[in-house]
């Protein structure tokens, strides 16, 4: 085998999306829902759930990302927010789904998986860690998939840090022992999927279909379209 693990990034990547417009179209929902919890002031949520978002990307790895969540959430909403940890899972096993209409599943990613599995000995979801797993086993759900098909979902209670940190990247693989020049990273982000991956040693495969390069920053490495992914999987 070429490769000892392939690496998926999943919104943007396996599930093809305008992320900023994914968001915005999910966070109605939620704070629909939040409003009947007690969170009447949508932008006070929204802005609380955003700083509990960047606390998980600057995590420095001495707690879980959901602890690093929910105490910068907590502080910022006034009281002592796990109490509705149930609450915010229920949503995104729920009217998150909603959210759906916002993406557009393909069934190529189905393919570029079941392709993977055969090509390497660990296929895993390398997803931004800042989500619970039921809001991953949602989302994957979209494209009559589960986190059964991978050997690894990374979700923010499992990691302690978050794309674009390196040390993201070093800790998935370390949870197999794997060595970053033994595996190949596939995501649409250039900062948080290409770059980051790639200073660790990883190599890596750029989706352009919904490309993101928010500092217009040079990189080098294979890329092109779904289908075009697929035939490289298929050569490997």
């Known amino acids: 085998m070429k490769y000892s693990a392939i690496l998926f ?20 929902y939620l704070a629909r829902a939040a409003d009947g919890w007690g969170y009447h ?10 700083k509990g978002v960047a606390a998980m990307v600057k995590n420095d790895g001495s707690r879980s990302n959901c ?16 109490g509705d940890i149930p609450k915010f899972n229920d949503f995104y096993a729920t009217d998150f789904n909603l959210a759906k209409a916002a993406t557009s599943p393909t069934p190529l990613a189905r393919e570029a998986v079941r392709i993977a599995r055969g090509k ?17 086993e949602s989302r994957l759900s979209w494209l009559d998939m589960s986190c059964g098909d991978f050997d ?18 070093r800790q998935t693989l370390g949870f197999f022992g794997l060595s970053p020049d033994e595996c190949l990273m596939i995501g649409n982000d250039v900062d948080e ?17 919904h490309m993101i390069n928010r500092s217009s920053r040079t990189f080098d490495c294979p890329g ?5 992914l697929v035939e490289f999987l298929g050569a490997l």
Request: charged share 20%; with cysteine.
């Open 9 to 28: 990034d999943l919104d943007g990547t396996l599930l093809p999306m305008d992320n900023d417009y994914f968001v915005r179209y999910y966070f109605k």
């Open 41 to 50: 002031d949508s932008e006070r949520l929204t802005d609380s759930v955003w």
């Open 67 to 82: 602890d690093a969540f929910w105490a910068t959430f907590s502080e910022l909403v006034g009281h002592d927010a796990t």
């Open 120 to 136: 390497a000995g660990y296929v895993i979801l390398a997803t931004n860690p800042i989500f619970p797993r039921v809001a991953d």
């Open 152 to 169: 690894l979902v990374t979700d923010y209670e499992n990691c302690s840090f978050s794309k674009p940190n390196p040390e993201y990247y």
């Open 193 to 209: 999927d290409i770059l980051a991956a790639q200073s660790v040693g990883l190599s890596c495969y750029l989706l352009r279909d």
């Open 224 to 228: 092109g379209s779904f289908a075009e």
